[in-house]
């Protein structure tokens, strides 16, 4: 099936940094998500995005749903340990089907 | 948010032999649930759409006879993996939808085969 473009694929920042991270699609989507998945775990969803400009916040971490609603970012702050994992972005067009994006492995060094 | 839970979460079996996962939604009704295989350190792939009390659609190049997937009831369905083989050693996740909201997922399988 279709993936999402995500990038980038891997970071590597200090403790306390801010992360950034993007999803972008060749067609529309109605609804954007964000998921963050451990090691043998399975993706946990972090935010949920159903309106185009739509911002929205879960602690340190906030998404926005893109204008042109082919787009996607999610922002961690003042990054910390844990904050290590895999983190995958899914959008879902008109219809019941998701994509998923490829992936951001994030490595936080203390 | 919603729970989904599968079982179970980690199996090794002997070549040959079938193997059933099972995916629960446990606080929710579940008219559609997704089969996915994931290889490490890669993104999700979709095996498999389930729609309650229907035949599930299956992928391109995802074989049917192969991974059984039934779902009898609004709560749980099911993938039998059978006559399994080394090469289907992999992790196997789930996940259900509440309405036509967020996609929950499962904890992941990791089966084996020797």
């Known amino acids: 099936g279709q993936q999402l473009n995500q990038s980038p694929q891997s970071m590597f920042i200090q403790e306390g940094e801010d992360v950034s991270m993007n999803c972008t699609s060749s067609s529309i989507f109605n609804t954007w998500l964000w998921y963050k998945q451990d090691p043998g775990e399975g993706p946990v969803l972090l935010i949920a995005l159903y309106k185009a400009g739509e911002l929205t916040s879960n602690g340190r971490l906030t998404a926005q749903f893109g204008i042109t609603r082919k787009d996607s970012f999610l922002n961690i702050s003042a990054s910390i340990p844990s904050d290590v994992g895999i983190y995958f972005c899914?959008?879902?067009?008109?219809?019941?089907?998701?994509?998923f994006g490829t992936g951001t492995s994030l490595t936080v060094i203390p | 948010g919603a729970v989904v839970s599968q079982h179970p979460s980690r199996v090794i079996c002997k070549s040959g032999t079938s193997v059933k996962i099972e995916c629960r939604s446990l606080d929710f009704q579940a008219t559609t649930m997704f089969w996915y295989r994931q290889f490490p350190k890669q993104s999700l792939m979709l095996m498999a759409t389930s729609n309650e009390g229907s035949k599930a659609t299956y992928e391109q190049g995802v074989e049917k006879d192969k991974f059984l997937i039934n779902h009898a009831s609004l709560t749980l369905s099911t993938l039998t993996v059978t006559s399994a083989h080394p090469e289907d050693s992999s992790f196997y996740i789930c996940?259900?939808?509440?309405?036509?909201?967020?996609?929950?997922f499962g904890e992941g399988s990791r089966l084996t085969v020797l």
């Open positions: 899914a959008g879902r067009p008109i219809g019941n089907q998701f994509y």
């Open positions: 996940s259900a939808r509440e309405g036509a909201g967020e996609l929950f």
